[in-house]
């Protein structure tokens, strides 16, 4: 019975951390519809936040750690990529190792929560 108990308990947890700290983003067409306007940046340093695109959602976080879905309502942020970096509340620069990503500019942190 103790066993059962903590399988249950433990499905329970792994699916609550999911979704309080996992990073779905969707791509919308128009910037109205966004909750962040996004620009990709040209060099590492110019960036607020190093960004990794996942496999998984599951893998996602809030740390730069991108999911992104085929559908608005699967979303945790909607997201527009803006032609000029003046438009963006957000400047991103992918990189291409998943231990690279993370927050350069911790003050627009509260963009993605």
């Known amino acids: 019975m103790q066993k059962v108990l903590f399988l249950v308990l433990t499905s329970a947890l792994m699916f609550i951390s999911n979704l309080v700290f996992s990073q779905s983003i969707y791509k919308v067409d128009y910037e109205s519809q966004a909750d962040v306007t996004v620009y990709i940046v040209d ?57 690279q990503a993370g927050w350069k500019n911790n003050s627009k942190s509260h963009l993605l929560k």
């Open 43 to 99: 060099y590492e340093s110019q960036a607020d936040l190093l960004v990794y695109e996942v496999d998984y959602e599951s893998q996602a976080d809030e740390d730069g750690k991108w999911y992104f879905v085929d559908y608005e309502s699967q979303a945790d942020v909607k997201v527009y990529f803006v032609d000029y970096e003046s438009q963006a509340d957000l400047k991103i620069y992918w990189v291409d190792y998943e231990s």
